[in-house]
């Protein structure tokens, strides 16, 4: 068998990895899921990351 199976189109982002920036504010890197809506929480530093429509995640400024 040669054909792969993918349950997410390439280049769309499914989880994020989070550091907390390192330093005296980081925390472990974890890696967080992205919610149906594209977004996420992180739990350890509260940093809001959500992807646009083209798949790339980045962290959204308060
Ligand atoms: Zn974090």
């Given amino acids: 068998m ?3 199976s993918t349950d997410h189109a390439p280049g769309h982002a499914v ?3 989070c ?3 390192g330093g005296a504010l980081g925390h472990p890197r974890v890696f967080l899921e992205l919610d149906a809506e594209g977004k996420v929480v ?3 530093c509260s940093r ?3 992807a646009d429509e ?9």
Avoid: F, I
Wanted: aromatic share 8%; charged share 15%.
């Fill in 2 to 4: 040669t054909v792969a």
């Fill in 15 to 17: 989880s994020v990895a």
């Fill in 19 to 21: 550091d907390g920036g």
């Fill in 42 to 44: 992180c739990p350890y």
């Fill in 48 to 50: 809001l990351y959500r």
């Fill in 54 to 62: 083209t798949g790339h995640v980045s962290e959204v400024k308060a």
